[in-house]
């Protein structure tokens, strides 16, 4: 359904912006078309020459060849141009990348290209539509709305548990969304997303990593680096140095890497959502801001980094954990409720879907809902 949707749409801007280079091959045409300079494809066309006030001293106009007598377009040239779309013929060395930085100035949003043609790859002396303004930052459709999981990891090790999944298992699942046109996207781009300044490829999906246990850099990290997946490693800071957990300096290899965005998870993995035994409100909301405080204080200290999300221990929040998280400038924060997040999702409780040691792979695909059907016309 929703990819008829898709192709029709691509049909209606293959042909409005095809008919007028039709209409302009059968009817002589004064002058003859060049194709646009690719570096500024993105740019609207400059304004044609009145019609009515031609140059006084024009070359005269070659005389249009026939049919018959013009060359097929070459490979990597551009069919056609309006402000909405551009329609190239792939030549032999395009990929949604390279077209992606050539038209829209931006390498990483060939995905938009693969959205809109409803293809995976590039293939020489395919026609592609580029579309140039095109956004729908909301995800939404007429049959549903897009929404984003995040998965939640905690530890990865030879012999699975719930909380532990195997070097091979997370292999597998990073291979699955590599190879099914899954798109890894970083929090801050749903940070961005929900504030509707951005929109996600169709299936965008975040990998999460909970507690800065060892296993998320030995394991985890060159699996993901060998992908490019970009992950978020939400850490408590007193795990730190443990015996069992990340160093500061696994963390800022980590942290400059490109690959992990290391962020937030309390400073002692207390659970915020509860008071302690006679602990007053002062006392209680003193010690919710220092455990939302002091960890992002030591991790912009040591791993000189933004810090714009936190991830609450056990995934439990209230009015009160979520106001200290708003007033120390979290962008958003995440639960571990399952399920996917539309752009109307509160950014403070946002669903995770923790990923266990038992689940296959048949488990792992129902846990990415990208989109959620519904007649909304
Ligand atoms: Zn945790």
Known sequence: MRLRKTLSRKAGALAAVLLPLVLACAIPHPRPVSPPAPTTAAKPPAPAPPASKPAAKAPKPPKPKRVSERAPPKLGTVLAKDREYVVVLAGPDDTLRSLAARHLGDASRGWLIADFNSIDRVAPGQEIVIPLTFENPTGVGVDGYQTVPILCYHRFGDKPAKMVVTPKAFADQMDFLAQNGYRVVPMVDIADFLQGKRALPQRAVAITMDDGYKSAYSVAYPILKQHGFQATLYVYTDFVGTSEGLTWAQLSELATSGVIDVQPHSKSHANLAQALPGEDLDAYRQRITDEVEVPRRLLAEHLKI???????????????????????????AATVLRGGNPFFAYPYLLRRTMIFGEDDLDAFRGKLEVFRSQRLR
Do not use: M, S
């Open 306 to 332: 933004p810090i714009h999300t936190f991830a609450f221990p056990y995934g439990n929040a209230n009015d009160l954990v979520v106001e200290v998280v708003q007033k120390e400038d979290y962008r958003i």
